[in-house]
C-alpha cells in the first residue's frame, strides 16, 4: 500500500496549485482518502477528505469555497485543487488512506492507516 503526494510547490498569494496523490497496491474506490497538512511548528490540520465514491467531501472551514477533492479512481488519484491560495496555506500537504468513513470525522488523522510522503507548498510573494 503506497501513496505519493505530487504537485507542490511555489506560489503567489492568489494562485493556484493542484496536487495529486496517486495509490498504489490497493483499489482506491475501496479506501476514504484525506488531505492533510502541517507547517513549521504547528500540530497537522485536517484539510478535506472524501468518501470512497467521491460524493461525499468535507473541507476545515477555513479552505472551504477555495479548495476543492475529488478524485478519479480509474486512475488511482485523487486531487486537492487549491485556488486563492494564502501565506497561511503554506505547509507540507500529505494525503492518507482509511478502510472506513465516518463522515466528518475523516478530517482527524487518527482514523488514517496509511500516509504519502509529503508535498510542500509554499505561498508567497
Known amino acids: 500500500v503506497q501513496l505519493q503526494a505530487s504537485g507542490g510547490g511555489l506560489e503567489q498569494p492568489g494562485g493556484s496549485l493542484r496536487l495529486s496523490c496517486e495509490v498504489s497496491g490497493f483499489r482506491l474506490d475501496n479506501y476514504v482518502i484525506g488531505w492533510f497538512r502541517q507547517a513549521p511548528g504547528k500540530e497537522g490540520e485536517g484539510v478535506s477528505c472524501?468518501?470512497?465514491?467521491?460524493?461525499?467531501?468535507y473541507y476545515r472551514d477555513s479552505v472551504k469555497g477555495r479548495f476543492t477533492i475529488s478524485r478519479d479512481n480509474a486512475k488511482n488519484t485523487v486531487y486537492l485543487q487549491m485556488n486563492g491560495l494564502k501565506p497561511e496555506d503554506s505547509a507540507v500537504y500529505y494525503c492518507?488512506?482509511?478502510?472506513?468513513?465516518?463522515?466528518?470525522?475523516?478530517?482527524?488523522?487518527?482514523?488514517?492507516?496509511?500516509w504519502g510522503q509529503g508535498t510542500q507548498v509554499t505561498v508567497s510573494s
Open positions: 492518507g488512506s482509511a478502510p472506513s468513513w465516518y463522515g466528518n470525522t475523516c478530517l482527524k488523522d487518527v482514523v488514517y492507516t496509511n
Open positions: 472524501s468518501d470512497r465514491s467521491g460524493r461525499f467531501t
